[in-house]
Each structure stands twice: as structure tokens, then as C-alpha cells.
């Protein structure tokens, strides 16, 4: 009941597909093209080519246990990375997801490489380009687990996670903090001078132009029990003595 499915069209069942990726259950997938919960849960949950081949595939979002995500700490990760720094590429024949770490930063290159192996890369590559390094993985089924790509930049369009990836961050909230400033964000030492006695204190700063990005760093904050304030418009401050220290313990300086 795939390609060859003579009732319903490739339509309906991309529809549904597409629902159910974008975190949508698949009740409320089948709800949404009117075709029973049977069809709908072999459309979502069991790929053909899982079938022909014989393998369980990588990408947890098609899976039957789609609940129990591959090493979720890392997704959780992986996605402040994306949201930050990376791209996904779906014009090639196979997506590519790219993250860009700066060349004076070596343990966060490695990291990132890290993250995209426990979630799903089989292989990851390295391209060195001016500055920094494009970490890249190409694969099918990163769509899957990236449903805010998009055409142009982030900053442009709308950011929503899903629901399923809301779980996840709400379930490793430092993890994808971690990811967030590792990508945008740096730890620095503030110096301020107060009736001509200088000051040093470390502080950090998470800037991104996409405001459901900055958004979505208030959120993972909050949920942390972080306080922060926006210092400007693109650019959010944590300062507070004890902020800095718990913040630490999530993120600390990059490597």
C-alpha cells in the first residue's frame, strides 16, 4: 500500500507524510486527508524502502518506536547548532546539512561531528573554507529530523518547532542551550570602570537576527531558571553573577 497503492493518490499519502514529519500524530494525520488510522500509520511509520531493504533505518522520525528518539541529548544538541549556525540543503539530489564552526574553536568542530554521528550520519565530513570549517552530512532523511529548513534565510521566514522537538529540548533544555551558544553565542570577560575603579566580570551573549530564534533561547532559559535580559534587539545578555555560574554549568566557554 506504497507507490503502487491503487486508492489513494501520491497526493494524500504526501500529505500525510508531510503532517505526520512536521510533528502532527498520525490520528491527526489521518484525521487531516480523511484516510483511516491503518493506512495512514503504514504510510508515516513504515517506509517502503525499509521493507525492501531489510534495515532499520537511522532516522528515528521513521521508525516505529518514533517516540524513543536516537540518543536525544545529541538531537537536542545538534539542533541549537542548526538553529544557529547550520543550513540544511534539500535542492541536491541528497540533503546535506552543513554547520559552520569558526577555525579557532577546534573542540566544537569535533563536537558538532560528534552530534551528527549519535543522531543519525553514517558519515561526516569536514570542509575547510576561509575561517571556519563546514561540518556536513548528507542524507535523506535530515528533513526528517529538521522540518524548519527552508528556502532563504532563517531570519526571514518563520521558526516553529514541532512538537516532538519541543519534548526533547523541554526533556535536555542545557543540551540545547549548550548547542544555541555554542553556535551564536560566546562567554567574554565584561570590563566596566565605576568611579574610576575598574571592574571584570564574565558574562554571555547569544545574538541571532531570526526573532523566533531569540525567542526559542529566552524559552530554553527560562526553562533553566536563567535569568537574561535583551541588551539590544538582535542580542540577548546574561550577566548576573549567579546566572553566569549556572550557565556555566550547561554551556562554559568553547574549546
Not at 533505518?57 to 524513543?68: N, Q, S, T, Y
Not at 575561517?131 to 535523506?140: F, L, R, T
Amino acid at each position: 500500500m506504497f507507490e503502487n497503492d491503487p486508492v489513494h493518490s501520491p497526493e494524500i499519502r504526501a500529505r500525510a507524510r508531510q503532517l505526520y514529519l512536521a510533528g502532527a500524530t498520525v490520528a491527526e494525520a489521518a484525521r487531516a486527508v480523511g484516510v483511516s488510522y491503518p493506512t495512514v500509520r503504514e504510510w508515516c511509520k513504515v517506509r517502503p524502502e525499509a521493507k525492501r531493504q531489510g534495515t532499520a533505518l537511522r532516522c528515528f522520525r521513521c521508525r516505529p518506536d518514533v517516540d524513543h528518539p536516537t540518543d536525544p541529548v545529541a538531537y537536542a544538541y545538534l539542533l541549537g547548532l542548526y538553529l544557529g549556525d547550520g543550513h540544511l540543503v534539500t535542492t541536491k539530489r541528497v540533503p546535506v546539512l552543513r554547520v559552520s564552526c569558526s577555525n579557532s574553536w577546534p573542540g566544537l568542530i569535533d563536537a558538532c561531528d560528534a552530534a551528527m554521528r549519535r543522531v543519525m550520519a553514517e558519515k561526516v565530513q569536514r570542509v575547510q573554507q576561509q575561517g571556519c570549517v563546514s561540518v556536513q552530512s548528507y542524507g535523506k532523511h535530515w528533513p526528517c529530523l529538521f522540518p524548519q529548513h527552508g528556502p532563504g534565510m532563517k531570519h526571514q521566514r518563520r521558526i516553529v518547532l514541532a512538537g516532538w522537538q519541543r519534548q526533547i529540548v523541554e526533556a535536555h533544555q542545557g543540551d540545547f542551550v549548550r548547542g544555541l551558544f555554542h553556535s551564536d553565542g560566546c562567554r567574554f570577560a565584561n570590563r566596566v570602570v565605576v568611579r574610576g575603579k575598574e571592574y571584570v566580570y564574565p558574562r554571555y551573549m547569544f545574538t541571532n537576527e531570526s526573532a523566533d530564534i531569540m525567542g526559542l533561547c529566552q524559552w530554553g532559559l527560562d526553562l533553566l531558571g536563567i535569568a537574561w535580559r535583551m541588551n539590544r534587539r538582535n542580542s540577548l545578555s546574561v550577566a548576573r553573577r549567579d546566572a553566569v555560574a549556572a550557565l556555566d554549568r550547561h554551556v562554559g566557554p568553547k574549546s
